[in-house]
């Protein structure tokens, strides 16, 4: 059985801050840099570098050059409500 979610590591680094790891069977990729954070979900880890993702979406918009230096517990707050938003499809 597969976990509903699973960090390949959490949110690190700073411009960009950058996080991976897997919800519902689905890879995530997170990223704050400039004036964005971002999460990406793709069919799996090798899709991200050759298609499309599944779902994207905007989390958070920063003045500029400042989400790149967001907090990491800010960040993974923002991992976890862009997987809401990627349940519902918003």
Not at 3 to 9: A, G, R, V
Not at 23 to 32: I, K
Request: aromatic fraction near 22%; charge should be positive.
């Amino acid at each position: 059985m597969k976990k509903l979610f699973k960090w390949i590591y959490k949110p690190s680094g700073n411009c960009p801050v950058q996080a991976e790891g897997f919800f519902l069977n689905h890879y995530f990729y997170f990223r704050a840099r400039h004036r964005l954070a971002t999460i990406e979900f793709y069919e799996d880890r090798e899709s991200f570098d050759t298609d499309e993702p599944v779902f994207y979406t905007e989390l958070k918009e920063t003045e500029e050059y400042q989400a790149g230096w967001l907090s990491k517990k800010e960040c993974k707050w923002l991992v976890y409500k862009g997987c809401l938003k990627f349940i519902l499809g918003l």
